[in-house]
T-cell receptor, first 111, second 112 residues
Framework: SQELEQSPQSLIVQEGKNLTINCTSS?????LYWYKQKYGEGLIFLMM?????EEKSHEKITAKLDEKKQQSSLHITASQPSHAGIYLC???????????FGKGTKLTVNP | ETGVTQSPTHLIKTRGQQVTLRCSSQ?????VSWYQQALGQGPQFIFQ???????GRGNFPPRFSGLQFPNYSSELNVNALELDDSALYLC???????????FGSGTRLTVV
């Protein structure tokens, strides 16, 4: 079965710093979702990438999908305390509508 | 456009009991999926419902069952609760064949 590995597991940065979170799949990616989760709460949709080489941006967050490397990255520019939370990547397994998730990356942004 | 609503938000049950969790899907969505998220882990797929029938199931025992109603809302039932069932249960709605999943805020289940 497909597995997603996220790195790093946790990240502490100073406000204003840039950061990158990676998500690597054990199998071919048929799209990739990024979600943000506050502790114990639901998932907030950030971005969806469908094609290799695709790059999307929303405010200060940019996500890229490298189909050949079976990898996606999430980059935050000039981080703010509001960016703190757990970032999860999810991918449709085998082209189905079942999502497989990574374990998440916990981001702390210190003022 | 209404989002996904889950109820209750929290509940505590005793081992061996049964529990029912509820989910109202987002307007325009016809598919509902349920996920279990243990502490410190990513969500794990339980099952999906489309047209009131189960459409895919993860590695969960039969004591996890569900329903989908004509209005696309859904229930997750868990029988014979075990301590390891303690988790955040997330419901996600989507439009079959489309892209994008909208998640609810989850139900925190504690089994004691």
């Amino acid at each position: 079965s497909q597995e997603l590995e996220q790195s790093p597991q946790s990240l502490i940065v100073q406000e204003g710093k840039n950061l990158t979170i990676n998500c690597t799949s054990s199998k071919t990616l048929y799209g990739l979702y990024w979600y943000k989760q506050k502790y114990g709460e639901g998932l907030i949709f950030l971005m969806m990438l469908q094609k290799g080489g695709e790059e999307k941006s929303h405010e200060k967050i940019t996500a890229k999908l490298d189909e050949k490397k079976q990898q996606s990255s999430l980059h935050i520019t000039a981080s703010q305390p509001s960016h703190a939370g757990i970032y999860l990547c999810g991918a449709p397994q085998g082209g189905s509508e079942k999502l497989v998730f990574g374990k998440g990356t916990k981001l702390t942004v210190n003022p | 456009e209404t989002g996904v609503t889950q109820s209750p938000t929290h509940l505590i049950k005793t081992r061996g009991q049964q529990v029912t969790l509820r989910c109202s899907s987002q307007s325009g969505h016809n598919t509902v999926s349920w996920y279990q998220q243990a502490l410190g882990q990513g969500p794990q797929f339980i099952f999906q419902y489309y047209r009131e029938e189960e459409n895919g199931r993860g590695n969960f025992p039969p004591r996890f069952s569900g329903l989908q109603f004509p209005n696309y809302s859904s229930e997750l039932n868990v029988n014979a609760l075990e301590l390891d069932d303690s988790a955040l249960y997330l419901c996600a709605s989507s439009l079959r064949g489309g892209y994008g999943y909208t998640f609810g805020s989850g139900t925190r289940l504690t089994v004691v």
